[in-house]
């Protein structure tokens, strides 16, 4: 096939070329397009060489657009080329001028007014359908069966009680029932509760109760200040350090995680929604594996990423000894696949931790995080237990009469 295609491509210049021109047309496009990309230039300069120096019937113009209509087939196998150039039409009249946008609307517009409507072969009058009416399909009835019509039968203790019943009986049947819409949230709870009726029955009106404000939380008025001072002192009596709602500064979680390094009393360290960014939650990292006190580190509502949670997570590797982390609601709130894979395997790796608030989106990793945390909370009640009966032994060698009381 491919020998043939060169073989008719140069006939058509050096013998007659309406003839193989004709046969050309009949190969399939997709072998043109696939042999001839390479070779269409090429081959096209010498037939029209060999058809000028032998005088043989020659066609430019079928010829020519016989290429250009397999240039424009070939344009398409090539991204680079300009929209403007995948045209197979090319003008050969000369440019009259430069082209006014606005000339050319105003002739659009009114050639498209001054061409008359093509008149309908049969004209509109009101009130006559031409043509067949769609008439739509009738949807068959469903058949009821003469055995679902009737009454149904309780037996007579059930229709015994419930003719007998009183009103409060049947609400409290109703709550039972999950009948939501015969009563509020508050007679449905009392019912359940046994406390007493509220309403009226079935006389009264299901009304939804208003809620309950939650109190505003007072503001935090923890002093910076003087926790970076009490931190650094190794207070024996800060044990918790609140800093939730602060406006803390760069210097001042800087000056904090530092004095975290070497206390040894901090067991909470409360920082929520201060505006923690990932360089200090780097430095917090940097302080977390040295320090060897803390127990419960809440950083939730900041502005880290995946990868600020991801330090956090393998610093807590270092001294093992953080059994509570939470760091929910962050700036990113999808960490994507790969960061929820690394933090599965870190937390894999830890056999501390016991709680984490952290919203994970793949039920592969929360199921793994979950099973984990499973792993570390019966570990660490089977140490508790052992420990207290290793205690319980040893005080009973030094002193037989104790009894120890559960």
């Avoid at 709602?245 to 206390?263: S, T, W, Y």
């Avoid at 409360?270 to 006190?293: F, P, V, W």
Wanted: include cysteine; aromatic fraction near 8%; hydrophobic fraction near 40%.
């Amino acid at each position: 096939m491919i020998m043939m295609i060169d073989l008719v491509l140069l006939l058509i210049g050096v013998t007659n070329c309406s003839k193989f021109y004709d046969l050309l047309c009949h190969i399939p496009e997709e072998i043109l397009l696939f042999q001839l990309q390479a070779k269409l230039q090429f081959l096209f300069q010498i037939s029209c060489y060999y058809s000028r120096k032998f005088n043989y019937d020659y066609n430019p113009r079928k010829i020519n657009f016989f290429f250009a209509k397999l240039k424009f087939l070939l344009s398409f196998q090539d991204r680079l080329l300009p929209p403007d150039q995948r045209c197979s039409y090319e003008c050969e009249k000369e440019a009259t001028g430069p082209i006014d946008r606005k000339k050319l609307i105003e002739h659009i517009n009114k050639e498209a007014i001054e061409t008359p409507d093509r008149p309908e072969f049969q004209p509109f009058v009101p009130g006559i359908i031409r043509g067949k009416k769609w008439i739509p399909p009738q949807v068959p009835k469903a058949k009821v069966r003469d055995d679902d019509i009737g009454t149904y039968e309780l037996g007579d203790e059930y229709e015994k009680a419930l003719n007998h019943a009183s009103e409060e009986e049947l609400v409290d049947l109703a709550a039972i029932l999950g009948f939501h819409s015969m009563m509020n949230q508050d007679q449905y709870h009392a019912s359940l509760l046994n406390k007493e009726k509220i309403g009226l029955g079935w006389d009264g009106v299901t009304k939804a109760s208003k809620p309950k404000p939650a109190p505003v939380d007072p503001p935090n008025m923890t002093d910076p200040e003087d926790s970076i001072k009490r931190v650094s002192d190794d207070d024996a009596k800060l044990i918790a350090l609140n800093w939730n709602n602060l406006n803390i500064r760069d210097e001042q979680f800087e000056r904090l995680f530092k004095a975290l390094e070497v206390n040894t009393r901090l067991e909470i360290l409360s920082m929520s929604n201060t505006g923690m960014t990932d360089s200090q939650a780097e430095i917090l990292a940097q302080a977390i594996e040295k320090n060897n006190s803390l127990r419960i580190v809440n950083i939730e509502s900041n502005l880290l990423s995946g990868k600020g949670i991801i330090r956090l997570l393998k610093a807590m590797l270092t001294m093992n000894m953080i059994e509570e982390f939470r760091a929910s609601n962050q700036r990113a709130q999808v960490l994507g696949n790969p960061a929820e894979m690394e933090i599965t395997q870190l937390i894999e790796r830890n056999t501390a931790i016991l709680r984490l608030g952290l919203h994970l989106e793949y039920n592969d990793a929360r199921s793994r995080v979950a099973a984990q945390l499973q792993r570390n909370i019966d570990r660490s009640r089977t140490v508790r237990v052992c420990g207290m009966a290793t205690f319980r032994s040893a005080v009973r060698s030094l002193a037989p009469n104790w009894t120890f009381v559960s």
